[in-house]
T-cell receptor, first 111, second 116 residues
Framework: GQQVMQIPQYQHVQEGEDFTTYCNSS?????IQWYKQRPGGHPVFLIQ?????EVKKQKRLTFQFGEAKKNSSLHITATQTTDVGTYFC???????????FGQGTRLTINP | DSGVTQTPKHLITATGQRVTLRCSPR?????VYWYQQSLDQGLQFLIQ???????AKGNILERFSAQQFPDLHSELNLSSLELGDSALYFC???????????????FGPGTRLLVL
């Protein structure tokens, strides 16, 4: 079945450092979504990427969708303590009903 | 606040028991999804309903069942509970089917289940 792998599982950085999480799918995706879950909270939708090679930015966050539509990344520039949380990617195969979530990358930040 | 409500927030029960978790989707959303999140784990998709009908199934145990009612709220029933069922259970909703692009899922606050 479809699998979505996310690395790293954990990342600890100093405040102000950059952070990147990577998402890889075993199958070609029709779209990929990114969610953020703060400690003790619920996942919150950040963004969706649909086109091959698409790049989207939200302030310090940059999201990329690979040319083959099998991988994606989220890069945070100059992390802040408010960025703490677990970042999930979630991909959907063409024609499939369900969104498959990656295992998430937990980001902790040393102030 | 996502607009998705879940009750109860916390549930403590014993092994072998049965519990029901309830979810009300955002106003206008027809799809409801259930996820299980164990400690330090990702989101495991359990099941999806669309307008009252089951649309997709994940790794849902036979001891678990769900339904979506005519008013679109959904219930997840967990029976013969085991220690390993302790987890956070999230409900999410979306406007339509996940099969289309643009179907953002809005998550509820979750129900934390502890089986002793």
């Amino acid at each position: 079945g479809q699998q979505v792998m996310q690395i790293p599982q954990y990342q600890h950085v100093q405040e102000g450092e950059d952070f990147t999480t990577y998402c890889n799918s075993s199958t070609t995706l029709s779209n990929i979504q990114w969610y953020k879950q703060r400690p003790g909270g619920h996942p919150v939708f950040l963004i969706q990427l649909v086109k091959s090679g698409e790049v989207k930015k939200q302030k310090r966050l940059t999201f990329q969708f690979g040319e083959a539509k099998k991988n994606s990344s989220l890069h945070i520039t100059a992390t802040q303590t408010t960025d703490v949380g677990t970042y999930f990617c979630a991909g959907k195969k063409q024609g499939a009903q369900k969104l498959v979530f990656g295992q998430g990358t937990r980001l902790t930040i040393n102030p | 606040d996502s607009g998705v409500t879940q009750t109860p927030k916390h549930l403590i029960t014993a092994t072998g028991q049965r519990v029901t978790l309830r979810c009300s989707p955002r106003s206008g959303d027809l799809s409801v999804y259930w996820y299980q999140q164990s400690l330090d784990q990702g989101l495991q998709f359990l099941i999806q309903y669309y307008n009252g009908e089951e649309r997709a199934k994940g790794n849902i145990l036979e001891r678990f069942s769900a339904q979506q009612f005519p008013d679109l709220h959904s219930e997840l029933n967990l029976s013969s509970l085991e220690l390993g069922d302790s987890a956070l259970y999230f409900c999410a909703s979306s406007v339509g089917l996940a099969g289309r692009s643009g179907e953002t899922q809005y998550f509820g606050p979750g129900t934390r289940l502890l089986v002793l």
